[in-house]
Nanobody
Framework: QVQLVESGGGLVQAGDSLRLSCAAS????????MGWFRQGPGKERELVATMTRSSTNYADSVKGRFTISRDSAKKAVYLQMNSLKPEDTAVYYC????????????????WGLGTQVTVSS
């Protein structure tokens, strides 16, 4: 059974930094895309950043402030968030497209439970 566990959220002031971490565990054959999404109060879930082995993609609202990185050996993805703004307040979700072999070869999206990031002005 595959699980994603996030950590690193918290309450900070505008202009501060936070680093989110997400690690996958379970019977994993491979991980292709890793990413972060967020859902602010009263808003739909939105893409923050995604990363494959060869490319990264960021939402316009976080470009230049957030950096996504991965450690494939640890099955982990990170999100360094700098110059945080109150509008970055949201629950941040880790997402990975994971291939498992049992009971059959399957590739699908997995989600973490989310970590709260609150930025005060």
């Amino acid at each position: 059974q595959v699980q994603l566990v996030e950590s690193g959220g918290g309450l900070v002031q505008a202009g501060d930094s936070l680093r989110l971490s997400c690690a996958a565990s379970g019977d994993i054959f491979g991980i292709n895309i890793m990413g972060w999404f967020r859902q602010g109060p009263g808003k739909e879930r939105e893409l923050v950043a995604t990363m494959t082995r060869s490319s990264t993609n960021y939402a316009d609202s976080v470009k230049g402030r957030f950096t996504i990185s991965r450690d494939s050996a640890k099955k982990a993805v990170y999100l360094q968030m700098n110059s945080l703004k109150p509008e970055d307040t949201a629950v941040y979700y880790c997402n990975m497209k994971i291939t498992t072999l049992m009971p059959s070869v399957t590739t699908r999206d997995y989600w973490g439970l989310g970590t709260q990031v609150t930025v005060s002005s």
